[in-house]
């Protein structure tokens, strides 16, 4: 965890926005660090699929601030970057973590991430349908449009969305996909 420092100076100067963090956490003491820099949801990836373990035991010792983040294409689950597909079914890992006591499983259409081509809204409520714990979507949003259609779903448990190179390419203003959400 190179980047503590400056995720504490963004929590400090940021309380009342909870913050989620994932990428390269593989043991509980990052965990630890990372919620006491100011992070309130540590997200866990491949060690999550490598090691499922482990989710259940940071869910014991960290409640409420473990998510697990589920890349996958064509309904089977991606690790190490994106550069391995697994022979293990998404929506049967959501159902092991949901086990555990996961917060939110962060779902990613590797197909559709970065190409801005718009979210793969079937495969999310596919996701979202098949377990009670709230699904996160990411991966291909690039308009309102896109943010509309899950909203569409919502109520299908999809509690929110992950906007990454949409808003460096200015085709989704932050200020205004905010607005649509909130009203």
């Not at 919620?35 to 997200?43: F, H, T």
């Not at 809204?121 to 996701?127: F, G, I, L, N, P």
């Not at 991966?139 to 909203?151: M, N």
């Amino acid at each position: 965890p190179v980047n503590t420092q400056v995720v504490r100076r963004i929590a400090d100067a940021f309380p009342d926005v909870p913050i989620q963090l994932g990428g390269g956490i593989r043991d509980e003491d990052t965990v630890q660090l990372y919620l006491d820099a100011g992070v309130q949801y540590v997200i866990i990836g491949t060690k999550a699929v490598s090691a499922p373990h482990f989710i259940n035991d940071l869910c014991l010792e960290f409640p409420g601030h473990i998510i697990v983040g589920l890349d996958a294409k064509d309904g089977k689950v991606a690790i190490d970057g994106w550069s391995k597909l697994s022979n293990h079914d998404v929506i049967d890992m959501a159902q092991h973590f949901e086990r555990d006591g996961v917060e939110a499983i962060v779902y990613t259409d590797i197909s559709r991430d970065g190409m801005m081509q718009g979210v793969n809204v079937e495969a999310t409520v596919k996701m979202a349908s098949e377990i009670s714990t709230p699904v996160i979507a990411s991966g291909g949003i690039s308009t309102l449009d896109d943010i509309k259609a899950l909203q569409a779903v919502a109520e299908e448990g999809i509690m929110g969305a992950i906007i990454g190179r949409a808003l460096y390419e200015g085709s989704i203003d932050l200020a205004e996909a905010q607005k649509l959400v909130d009203a």
